[in-house]
């Protein structure tokens, strides 16, 4: 739970504070019933969509799509196309 919502919940004065702790309780026991019910007791296929997702690193630069999809060999054929025109500008 994050820091400050907690903080925040134990800042609350009594009987608010137990209260809200009951209800919490309370409303986290018949979610996970529910939830249990729905994945047929599996807790862990549920659970895991409460991870969070992974952060995507951004690429460093700029890849047109089209290169993801080019096989190796085209992506080699590509890139000695491109060495022996420099050559050919540079000679």
């Given at each position: 739970m994050d ?7 134990l ?16 409303g986290?026991?018949?979610?996970r ?8 007791g599996d807790?862990?296929?549920w659970l895991a969509l ?7 690193r951004?690429?460093p ?10 096989t190796?060999?085209a992506k080699?054929s590509?890139?000695?196309l491109?060495?022996a025109?420099v050559?050919g500008?540079?000679?």
């Amino acid at each position: 739970m994050d820091q400050r919502v907690m903080a925040a919940v134990l800042a609350l004065d009594e009987p608010v504070r137990s209260t809200l702790r009951n209800r919490l309780r309370r409303g986290l026991e018949v979610l996970r019933a529910r939830f249990d019910a729905e994945h047929g007791g599996d807790r862990g296929a549920w659970l895991a969509l409460l991870r969070p997702a992974p952060r995507l690193r951004p690429v460093p630069w700029p890849v047109p799509l089209g290169v993801l999809a080019m096989t190796t060999t085209a992506k080699v054929s590509a890139a000695l196309l491109l060495l022996a025109g420099v050559a050919g500008w540079v000679w």
